[in-house]
């Protein structure tokens, strides 16, 4: 079974930093390009970005590029998300995915002073 | 960005009954492969997404042929025969063939 654990999530200051993770199992990480999604309260869904198989590649939103960095170490089956320079309109459920297809349960992230 | 317009915002149904929401985008959606990128999710109140069908009419794993979709280019619709009480929550569709990718507002189906 197909399984993706988001975890990190936490209160954080504005311009501070943060950094998610996803444990994935049930399948060959190593194989699938991955992606990060959030959700703002009560609002609809924004691709934050994805990254290819061996980690060579990015592709993120221009909303958070350079803010936000994807990377991956397949040798742990783990996604990361590292957010710097946070904003109060970051404040949002975020999510790792496989191709929209699965998606974790997503760690909520709140940016606030 | 690609500008996804879902309509209806909200539906109302009764169990048992079909409905059908409609999915515009700003831009044809056929990507360079000939493919269309262009997917249908659920969330379920207090869940994740999940994923009923991708690249316009392919149901996912597990899901339902009471769903459908159809549609090309720009303009596309998810059906629903004889919903169940399984089938509320809020529709998105999705669009994988530019970035960044998008989605639409979302449409929230309810029981009348």
């Known amino acids: 079974e197909v399984q993706l654990v988001e975890s990190g999530g936490s209160l954080v200051q504005p311009g501070g930093s943060l950094k998610l993770s996803c444990v994935a199992s049930g399948f060959t990480f190593s194989n699938y390009w991955m992606d990060w999604v959030r959700q703002t309260p009560g609002k609809s869904l924004e691709w934050i970005g994805e990254?290819?198989?061996?980690?060579?590649?990015?592709n993120c939103a221009p909303s958070i590029k350079d803010r936000f960095t994807i990377s991956r170490d397949n040798a742990k089956n783990t996604l990361y998300l590292q957010m710097s320079n946070v904003k109060s309109d970051d404040t949002a459920i975020y999510y790792c995915?496989?191709?929209?297809?699965?998606w974790g349960q997503g760690t909520l992230v709140t940016v606030s002073s | 960005d690609v500008v996804m317009t879902q309509t209806p915002p909200s539906l109302s149904v009764a169990i048992g009954q079909s409905v059908s929401i409609s999915c515009k985008s700003s831009q044809s959606l056929v990507y360079s492969d000939g493919k269309t990128y262009l997917h249908w999710l659920l969330q379920s109140p207090g869940r994740s997404p999940k994923r009923l069908i991708y690249q316009v009419s392919n149901l996912g794993s597990g899901v339902p042929d009471r769903f459908s979709g159809t549609g090309s280019q720009k303009d596309f619709t998810l059906k629903i025969s004889r919903v169940e009480a399984e089938d509320l929550g809020v529709y998105y569709c999705?669009?994988?063939?530019?970035?960044?990718?998008?989605f639409g507002a979302g449409t929230k189906l309810e029981l009348k």
């Open positions: 999705a669009q994988t063939t530019h970035f960044p990718y998008t």
């Open positions: 990254i290819n198989t061996d980690g060579s590649k990015t």
């Open positions: 995915d496989i191709l929209l297809a699965y």
